[in-house]
């Protein structure tokens, strides 16, 4: 059984193609610009089995094409991995391929199993520096880094994710420092940017919680377009979503 939050189908972006996509409750971080707080509790949502969802993907399987297939997001999806590797198996077995949507502080012989049975691997690197990655966070980037060089080592497809943050993580050392790091990693196929914004702010006011950075405003085009331009410098295919 899964523990899920909310179910997206026909989803266009969590991965290559036309998507089902399962968004599970549980995230063991609490990220300062989070917009989906209603996740944080693993209790919370519906459960669901397995079986359910794979009849979902089926009835969704002749719109899937080549490279669509199911994702799985959060929240934090690697608490459940266990669950998400029997659905991913089942998944590929049928000819549906997977992908994960992960924040990568997670490290332990099931989620490494789970990487392996992921067709694509969605990691979100929120901060090259240790320290400030912390501060957004709450937790270090030891593990997410060591996750992304167990990806490359699989070498198997990953897009690595940045969400742009002004005064945080947008300022040409911090950016100039990711792209070198990961610029020799031959998995990445694809660096999406993901600019900060505000949408769900009105979710922590509904839950009785402190937004933490209101006073951040979402970054402007010359603030993204310089980010761009620099993952540019690094990688062959950068996105702005």
Partial sequence: MLRVHSIETFGTHEGPGIRLVIFLQGCNIRCLYCHNPDLFD????????????????????????DNGGITVSGGEPTLQAAEVYKLFKEARRIGINTALDTNGTIINNQIKKLYRE???????VKHIDEKWHKRLTGVSNKNVLEMAKFREELGKSMWLRYVLVPGWNDSEGFLNKWGEYFKNYKTVERVEILPYHTLGVYKYKELGMEYKISNVPSPDKKTISRAENIFKKYFKNVIVK
Avoid: R
């Fill in 42 to 65: 693993l209790k919370s949502g519906k459960e669901m089995k397995i079986g359910e969802i794979i009849e979902m993907a089926k009835n969704e399987k002749e719109y899937f094409s």
């Fill in 118 to 124: 992921t067709d694509f691997l969605l990691l979100d």
